[in-house]
Each structure stands twice: as structure tokens, then as C-alpha cells.
């Protein structure tokens, strides 16, 4: 959520600051704002409610331009959407900001600041940081000592770039708990809070480190630690193309991300098993001496993330029969949490900077009980990967829809590689390592089967146009892909979706059932598929309308006014993976009929870096 671009350069960099914001789209926001100095020290600012693009139009008819510039997108967090508490925020006509994250004290700095003459025009705690700065100034030696001194009155999760027009050719930044790269160019710099945004002006990066400050000025950029020491960082070269970050041939960044799911779940595997054996290396060079020791599992994660955690939970218990917990961030962060000694901490995370996942990773460093912790990430260089012990990279490629997707399906098959790694050393036998391996190979193939079941799935998609509520039904580990459905159907369509274990109906959920209710069953070929064709009975004599994805080894009974959809699951292991894809369709196709805007639906963000 929100974005930061900034550049310092001898050409004008507006409009390359549009840019920049363009590419951060994905990440929800709901205002956009830029600040440029120009060569005279002059400060101007644009700011629009609603997209970029009312941020371009407003550029195109009144042009502000300058070789120093600041850009941000918001998501409101204090203050509501409008333009007023949009950013940039500007102090005196001398100091601009931008901000991602939250500042939790700003209440009692802003009294401060307004008893000293400070005069507020937003609702916004990022005001705050601009006029502290300014304040700071007054006794500071420089522009980088005053943003230190306001840093150092600064409580919560922060990134910020400051720009001053005494100081017309720098820009300094921070983080504190969110995060911020600095683009390498030749006679210019930029920063940003993702590196997608500057993909066009520079494939070569530095990623700040918590408490950094940056020093980024036209021809060069110092680094500077949270005690005011020069520190060194190496310059990482991305290897994304811009090709990655364009829809292509697909309406949608979901739609294009769906199709690329063969693909993906391909270079998930790609290096990381032979013939016979999954390889302990695949997550870090001391992963075979950590396995050894790992008596329990703690996963910790956030929506999508959580549900691919509780997948990983089945498979856990019943392959390596290791226990294993699996906790929301936001809640395991704020309880006392008994760990079993010998525990393997495990996160999860697309972005590697969810602010609650982040938190509770770094909870973890003085708990001696846990053996390792295990980062599971599609963003090389982020908070997380960087500060974990063992890193497993899903290789997902680029995700851009909020809705994530591919992201999921690649956890899954990054979370089934671990299980089997585990699983070894607690009895699992090289003949059934190899069958779970040979599942594995067919997967890319089972999923582009799924995908071209596409066309039926659109048609069924017309049942949900008049729906306003949808239940979902899994048994065993294909109760959290229900879950998975369900969120996916309420993130993009605004259907209000609920998954239930379907051995659960007759405990609550069967009073909702009618004809107005859609019940989406997920049935694979596994022990529990004559269990839930008792649960569908269930529905069928109360008249719900069933909508069934089935194994098609299984033939399921219909009677008038249902609908199955078969697909091959491939095997027990795989099946949870398979069976995802119908109903990230169904959920595309139901967004698509209502009109929404599925690749940056209402008040949600791609990366959500605040708590």
C-alpha cells in the first residue's frame, strides 16, 4: 500500500515521476501527489484525488517541471481521501515529504508543533513529519541532521523522502520498518518503495536496511546507519524484465497471472529435486543440519499466505506426522505464544514486507526454542528474505493484482518441497519420496489443463451476476483452498463469501442455505469424497444451487439446476494446488460480469505495510 518515487537528475523528472507512480498502481492507493524543484529553488505541487492518471491530466494542462522531485500514491490511513491529505506534504514552502507506513505518536507532536506556530492543513500524521523536520532544522547543522532529529521522535513503521530548496539537488530518505530502494542511474539517482517502480530508468538497486538514512544526490549516494556511520551496501541488479509488468495480450494483470501459473510452478521446482529426492539445499546451505533438528512447524502468514500455511498443516501432520501450528501475523504477534523446543518458524509473504508477518519474524530472533527461521518469498532483496536464516524463493515472477494467484499456487508447491525434506528423516520411505516426486512433474501440465477449462467456468460465472452472499465447502486439506475461493471471490466481486470444513453445515451454516445461495463444493478423489457427497445431499434437499469442481475419476449424481465441472487433481499431494484453479476463474470471471475493478479492487493493497 501507498507508493514513494523520487528522482534527482539534470533533466526534468516529472513526468518520469508519473511513471514511476503508474507501476505502483497495483499496490491500492486512493490519491496521488508530486513535488519538483525547479533550477530557481522554487517548489511546486500536484495533487489529485483518485488515479494517476487525474495526476497526469492535471500535469498536462498545467505543466510543473524541475530536476529534484518527490511522487507518492496513499492509501487513507489517517484522514480521510481527498486532496487536502494527499501527498506531498509542505512545510513553510521550503521542506517537502512523502510517507508509507503510520506514525502512532503524531497526536501529541502535532499539539507541539501547533503551540510553536505550526499551521495544519490535512488530517494527515505525515504533516507531522514535515513541520517536525522543519523544526528540527532551525537548530540543526544540516537538512540531514534534522531528519535524523525528527526520526528520533518518531514512533511506528515509516519510510519517507524529504526534499528541502535550500538543498536543490539532494534527496534524503529513511526506513523504519517499511521499505525503500535507491535506483542507480548514470548522472541521476532515484528512490522508491518497490523497484518495479524505476524498471525504466534503471536496473540496479540498493535496499535500505531498518534505521537507514540515504543520502541521494545526482552524482552519487551515501548510505548512512542509525548511528550516523557511512556504511556500504552492495548494488543489486535485477534481472525483471519490463516485459513482466505489462498486461500483454490479457485484459487483466489476474487474468495474465493466472495463465503464467504452469510456468511459475515450473521454476518453483526447476533445480530443487532429481529423479528420487527433494534437495535440503534448496532453502539455504544449513538447511540439511536444521532439518535434522526440527521436532514442530510454526507457520506464520496473512490472508492468501495464511491459507497456503494451512495446507502445509495436512500435509505436515500426515506425511511427516511433525505438529505443526499455523497463526495469523496479527494475532500470534499480540498473545503469549508457547513454542515447543525444536521448532522451525516459518513465514510467509508475496511481498516479503507485510508489516504484521515482518514483526512477527523479528520477534522471533531471541527465542532460543526455535531451530531456525524459514522465509518462503517472491521478492529477492526484501525485509524478510534478507533477516531470515533459510530463504525459499517461489519464482513466481512479478505479481501485480492484488488478488494474488500465482504467488499462492507457488507457496503451495514451495510449502510441499519443505514437507517432503521433513518427511524424510521421520519415515518416509525413498519409494514414496519418488511418487510424490513424479506428482510433482505432472503439476505444471494438471494446472494448464485446469486453465483451459476456462471457458465452462465463464459460463458458470453467469449464475453468481445476481448473488450477493456464496458458500464455499472443502474437506481436509481442501478446506483451505475453500477458504481460498471464498476470499477471492469477496476480494474482487464483493460477493460476501464464507468457507466452511463441509462436515460443518449441519452445525450452523445449513440455515443460510436456499435457492439464493450459491454453494461451491470442491470434491477431489480422496478418502473424504464420500463424506462430502453426504454434505452435498445436505444442500440439494434444501435447495441451494450446487456448483461442484469434481476429480473426474469420480462420478458425481446432479440433479436438475446443478453443475459440475471435472478436472484431473493428479494425485492426494497435489490435488490442493490443482483444485485452485477453478476457483481463481470463477472468481476472475463473476468480477468481470459485476464490473469491478479486479486488479485493484476497493479499499484493498497489493502490499500492506502498515499494521
Not at 72 to 99: D, F, K, L, Q
Amino acid at each position: 500500500m501507498c507508493g514513494i518515487v523520487g528522482a534527482v537528475a539534470q533533466r526534468d523528472v516529472a513526468q518520469l515521476l508519473l511513471e514511476g507512480l503508474k507501476r505502483l498502481e497495483y499496490r491500492g492507493y486512493d490519491s496521488a501527489g508530486m513535488v519538483v524543484i525547479n533550477k530557481e529553488s522554487e517548489i511546486y505541487r500536484l495533487r489529485r484525488l483518485g488515479k494517476v492518471q487525474e495526476l497526469q491530466n492535471a500535469q498536462d494542462e498545467s505543466p510543473i517541471s524541475g530536476g529534484l522531485g518527490i511522487a507518492h500514491t496513499r492509501w487513507a490511513t489517517h484522514g480521510v481521501p481527498n486532496e487536502s491529505n494527499a501527498h506531498p506534504h509542505i512545510s513553510s514552502e521550503e521542506i517537502a515529504v512523502v510517507h508509507n507506513g503510520i506514525i502512532e505518536n503524531y497526536e501529541l507532536l502535532r499539539e507541539d508543533l501547533i503551540s510553536k506556530g505550526y499551521v495544519f492543513t490535512s488530517d494527515t500524521d505525515t504533516e507531522t513529519i514535515v513541520h517536525l523536520i522543519h523544526n528540527c532544522k532551525k537548530e540543526a547543522d544540516s537538512l540531514v541532521d534534522a531528519v535524523r532529529c525528527a526520526m528520533s521522535q518518531l514512533e511506528g513503521a515509516f519510510a519517507i523522502a524529504v526534499i528541502d530548496t535550500e538543498v536543490p539537488d539532494t534527496i534524503i530518505a529513511a526506513r523504519q520498518g517499511s521499505p525503500l530502494v535507491i535506483g542507480i542511474g548514470i548522472g541521476e539517482n532515484f528512490i522508491a518503495s518497490d523497484q518495479l517502480a524505476l524498471l525504466p530508468v534503471t536496473n540496479r538497486f540498493i535496499f535500505l536496511e531498518e534505521g537507514e538514512m540515504a543520502i541521494v544526490e545526482r552524482n552519487k549516494t551515501q548510505i548512512l546507519a542509525a548511528t550516523g556511520e557511512t556504511v556500504t551496501r552492495k548494488i543489486h541488479q535485477s534481472d525483471i524484465k519490463l516485459e513482466a509488468v505489462e498486461k500483454g495480450k490479457y485484459s487483466h494483470y489476474m487474468e495474465k497471472e493466472i495463465h503464467e501459473q504452469p510456468i511459475a510452478i515450473a521454476n518453483t521446482f526447476e533445480g530443487r529435486y532429481t529423479d528420487n529426492r527433494v534437495i535440503d539445499e534448496s532453502f539455504g546451505p544449513t538447511a540439511a543440519e536444521v532439518f535434522d533438528k526440527v521436532k514442530a512447524v510454526q507457520i506464520v502468514a496473512c490472508g492468501t499466505s495464511y491459507h497456503a500455511g494451512l495446507v502445509a498443516k495436512y500435509w505436515l501432520e500426515d506425511l511427516a506426522s511433525i505438529p505443526c501450528n499455523v497463526e495469523v501475523a496479527s494475532e500470534i504477534r499480540y498473545r503469549k505464544n508457547v513454542v515447543i523446543d525444536g521448532t522451525l518458524f516459518v513465514v510467509m509473504s508475496q511481498s516479503g514486507e507485510t508489516a504484521d508477518t515482518l514483526a512477527a519474524l523479528r520477534e522471533t530472533k531471541d527465542i532460543e526454542k526455535y531451530v531456525s527461521r524459514l522465509c518462503i518469498c517472491n521478492v529477492p532483496g526484501s525485509s524478510m528474505v534478507r533477516e531470515s536464516d533459510l530463504v525459499m524463493m517461489t519464482r513466481a515472477g512479478t505479481e501485480i493484482g492484488v488478488a494474488s494467484t500465482k504467488a499462492f499456487t507457488t507457496q503451495l508447491a514451495s510449502l510441499l518441497l519443505l514437507v517432503v525434506c521433513l518427511a524424510r528423516r521421520n519415515g518416509l520411505s525413498k519409494e514414496a519420496e519418488k511418487s510424490i516426486i513424479l506428482q510433482m512433474k505432472q503439476l505444471p501440465r494438471l494446472i494448464a489443463d485446469a486453465i483451459d477449462l476456462n471457458d465452462d467456468i465463464k459460463v458458470l460465472a453467469q449464475e453468481f451476476a445476481d448473488k450477493y452472499h456464496a458458500l464455499f465447502l472443502g474437506r481436509g486439506s481442501q478446506y483451505p483452498i475453500a477458504m481460498e475461493g471464498a476470499l477471492k471471490l469477496k476480494e474482487i466481486s464483493y460477493i460476501h463469501a464464507e468457507a466452511y470444513p463441509a462436515g460443518e453445515l449441519k452445525h450452523g451454516p445449513l440455515a443460510l442455505v436456499d435457492a439464493e445461495m450459491p454453494v461451491v463444493a470442491v470434491a477431489p478423489n480422496n478418502q473424504l469424497h464420500d463424506k462430502l457427497k453426504s454434505n452435498l445431499e445436505e444442500v440439494r434437499t434444501r435447495g441451494g444451487q450446487l456448483f461442484v469442481f469434481a476429480d473426474e475419476v469420480h462420478h458425481i449424481e446432479l440433479a436438475e439446476g446443478e453443475t459440475c465441472i471435472q478436472l484431473d487433481g493428479g494425485g492426494e499431494w497435489i490435488s490442493p494446488i490443482v483444485f485452485t484453479i477453478p476457483l481463481q476463474l470463477l472468481s476472475y470471471h463473476v468480477a468481470v460480469i459485476k464490473g469491478t475493478d479486479v486488479d485493484q479492487p476497493r479499499n484493498l493493497a497489493k502490499s500492506v505495510t502498515v499494521e
